[in-house]
């Protein structure tokens, strides 16, 4: 076989393939999963490690230098040395070694690194039909749908995610993007961010089974401005999406092909005006809209031809979320929080005609988003909590729901199926990832990754396999602001142990001496903990792989910390740590800690475990038998003010903040309009105060006094929006720790579906 004919073909299978054979393994570029004989499961690669992988390959033996493989793997950037050693370090972990084998990779001293084995890539054989995809729901409700793991691997372990949910209530603030876009980095609140770790998994989400359908991405929308909110029209062939008209400019809606064409302007808001949150009428005429400024907030429809704008509803309260319509076109259905005590739910429907709204019929209280109809028109599923989140299906006239998924996760965006078989949705776990949900059956897989970008948003086309989904990418840092300075936002910040990945909940040691946190620095998500007079100390802890939900929590010394972590099987776990040590031991909680906080007694904890239809309940417990003491519902975070010896919590279902006493029995309001829930982490305890860093007109990340009256509030930074939840201070009260921003951005991906379709060839 000639050169040329020997590099197409190689080109031909990595390119259709994208099967790599490294040694006695076996690499799945696109999952970035390593297959070892012997070994009892595959090892999931990181980005980085897979691009040193394929830098070395492509050398063929030859030896790669140090400086090669980072300004390849890591361009424009200043990263450490370490990151190059922890790629490879992991690519050593995955290829493993028995017996005598050498090494898969080679160090040469003072030069580089090079593979020694022999590699090639494998061409793809013909592929066998996949299993026919279950058929649609029977007229009963189905039961509840407990994820099932792949037969040839264990059950997938807890990882990270959460935060406020995706396409949820809006902030009401002029800049509302920046904000929104943080809280899809964590749990990064909330949101999603890309904290790769080999040995963790979606919660409750199977692994990737065998015979995985095959799935080709594209991105169709990729400027260098923000595009979101992507909505395909029922055919298939259009795309609608909110976008800046330029840098720093008000937001509107663009429609272009679903392919390649240029987009054009849809819809024209005026000065001060934004539009958002595009979604289509069943007969693919119209597109209704959220627009906000100016007059408020309105519910606006246009026709997908152009022009015709007009307003059908305002938004109850100045809030929104994401919608749909509903079958029969005369209504839009949206999601949210139970507005006051005599609605009946959090469901509410628009009537087109009249312009008013009104609850659906069913049993909720707590935090019903994302509504979306069945194909049919008979059902109307919903995701419900937010950082325990799952999906609830109902009969589209009202009833009972009932419980659709057991995930507990951060559910990023769904919808259904065209034929009704299913269900696609986005989960943020160390990831985010999509997954197809079988109806018949109640199987769980996930579907081939997109190669660069966090997933989110899935939207499918209703009367074509085709999905169109939002490519998230995010990169930040730490920074300290000197709180006794002049806060007018306009100076930077200092830049604390900074690195090339993401760095996320920062929590400073009550002295101001210490800060622990989250980061893949190491290109996986690991706890760190360091002094900050002494950069040198940075390191990360072992034996745990933590949650980014909430920061770190230190014990009144400094002695300890509490971590919300992943575990193999089961669900998160809490851990205590104990630094300098930097042991690692599990607390046995009952239930799924989502968040922990000391209290004043060494003998008593609190903890945010499960309650019921989603929400959290607030525990004190008992140590160290765990016996419960008392409780509190609807709490989304509760931290512990040590200087006046009380407990003060955030809700989900309501803004303000409240106060109890130690003991949970004596609950005082101290706070009626901050946070709101869609900012319920937005807050902190310092010096017997209680602050909020939540935006203010003008001004991305405030300091103000919750309960202060007309206090005018200071703002730390005009221009960039703190991500949610990542956000410390010490005790006096002096200085402030908070993750910001340095990539953040949002494009629209393309893929067909055809291989989910029952009968499909693969």
Not at 185 to 211: E, I, K, M, S, Y
Not at 293 to 319: I, P, Q, S, W
């Amino acid at each position: 076989m000639g050169a040329a004919e020997s590099e197409a073909r190689k080109r031909a299978a990595e390119a259709a393939g994208r099967l790599l054979r490294v040694g006695e393994c076996e690499v799945d570029v696109d999952r970035r999963v390593v297959s070892r004989p012997g070994a009892e499961e595959p090892r999931r690669l990181t980005l980085k490690a897979l691009q040193v992988l394929l830098a070395l390959v492509e050398a063929g033996g030859r030896v790669v230098s140090r400086e090669q493989l980072l300004e390849r793997v890591w361009p424009d950037t200043l990263p450490t040395d370490d990151v190059l050693t922890q790629a490879v370090a992991q690519l050593r972990r995955a290829f493993g070694g028995r017996g005598e084998a050498p090494p898969y990779i080679e160090t040469i001293a003072k030069a580089g690194y090079r593979l020694v084995v022999p590699c090639c890539w494998i061409e793809p054989a013909a592929t066998p039909e996949p299993a026919a995809v279950p058929a649609a729901p029977a007229p009963a409700v189905p039961a509840p749908i407990q994820p099932r793991p792949a037969p040839q691997e264990q059950a997938p372990a807890a990882a990270a995610g959460t935060g406020a949910p995706a396409r949820a209530p809006r902030r009401r603030i002029a800049s509302w993007w920046p904000a929104l876009s943080l809280l899809l980095v964590l749990a990064f609140g909330a949101g999603a961010w890309q904290l790769l770790n080999p040995r963790t998994r979606a919660n409750g989400a199977a692994d990737v089974a065998a015979g995985a359908p095959p799935l080709q991405y594209q991105a169709i929308a990729a400027t260098a401005l923000p595009e979101q909110g992507p909505a395909l029209s029922p055919d298939g062939s259009e795309v609608a999406y909110a976008r800046p008209v330029r840098a720093g400019g008000p937001r509107t809606l663009y429609l272009q092909p679903a392919g390649d064409g240029s987009p054009r302007q849809l819809t024209f808001p005026g000065h001060g005006e934004a539009d958002d949150l595009p979604a289509w009428s069943r007969d693919g005429r119209r597109i209704a809209f959220v627009r906000t400024g100016g007059d408020g907030c309105r519910l606006m429809v246009v026709a997908a031809a152009g022009g015709g704008e007009r307003e059908v509803g305002r938004c109850e309260g100045e809030d929104y979320a994401a919608f749909d319509w509903s079958p029969d076109g005369r209504a839009l259905v949206m999601g949210g929080r139970r507005r006051s005590s005599g609605q009946s739910a959090p469901l509410r429907r628009l009537d087109l005609g009249s312009g008013r709204w009104e609850a659906l019929a069913y049993p909720a209280d707590g935090l019903d988003t994302l509504p979306r109809f069945s194909p049919d028109g008979a059902w109307l599923g919903f995701r419900r909590g937010t950082s325990l989140g799952d999906l609830w299906l109902m009969p589209a006239a009202g009833g009972p729901p009932r419980q659709l998924t057991r995930l507990r996760g951060d559910i990023r965006g769904w919808d259904w199926l065209p034929d009704g078989s299913g269900l696609v949705f986005s989960l943020v776990k160390e990831e985010a990832r999509l997954y197809r949900l079988a109806l018949a059956g109640g199987s769980i897989t996930e579907l081939p990754s997109p190669p660069r970008g966090n997933p989110v948003f899935p939207e499918v086309a209703a009367d074509a396999w085709t999905m169109v989904f939002g490519i998230y990418r995010f990169r930040s840092g730490l920074y300290a602001f000197d709180l006794e300075a002049a806060g007018d936002g306009t100076q930077p910040g200092e830049p604390v142990f900074a690195s090339s990945g993401v760095d996320l909940m920062p929590a400073v040691s009550p002295d101001g001496s210490t800060l622990a946190f989250v980061s893949d620095r190491s290109l996986a998500a690991q706890l760190w903990i360091g002094e900050l007079e002494h950069p040198q100390t940075l390191r990360a802890v072992p034996g745990i792989v933590p949650v980014p939900r909430n920061p770190p929590v230190w014990a009144p010394d400094g002695s300890r910390l509490l971590v919300i972590g992943a575990t193999g099987s089961g669900g998160d776990r809490l851990y205590q740590v104990e630094v300098g040590f930097d042991t690692v031991r599990v607390l046995p909680v009952p239930g799924v800690p989502a968040f922990a906080a000391w209290t004043g007694r060494p003998d008593q904890l609190l903890v945010g475990v499960d309650g019921s239809g989603g929400s959290t309940r607030l525990v004190l417990y008992q140590l160290p038998e765990w016996r419960e003491l008392a409780s509190l519902d609807d709490v989304a975070l509760a931290r512990y003010d040590h200087r006046q010896d009380r407990v003060c919590f955030s809700r989900t279902t309501r803004s303000g903040l409240w106060c109890a006493d130690p003991a949970l029995q004596r609950v005082v309001q101290v706070g009626m309009d901050a946070p709101v829930p869609e900012q319920y982490r937005e807050w902190l305890v310092a010096g017997g105060g209680i602050f909020s860093t939540a935006p203010a007109p003008g001004c991305a990340t405030g300091w103000s006094e919750i309960g202060a009256g007309a206090a005018r509030p200071r703002c730390l930074s005009h221009t960039y929006a703190v991500a949610s939840g990542s956000a410390s201070v010490d005790e006096a009260g002096r200085r402030a720790f908070l993750a910001l921003p340095l990539e953040d951005d949002m494009d629209v991906g393309l893929a067909s579906l055809a291989s989910l379709r029952r009968g499909a060839s693969r």
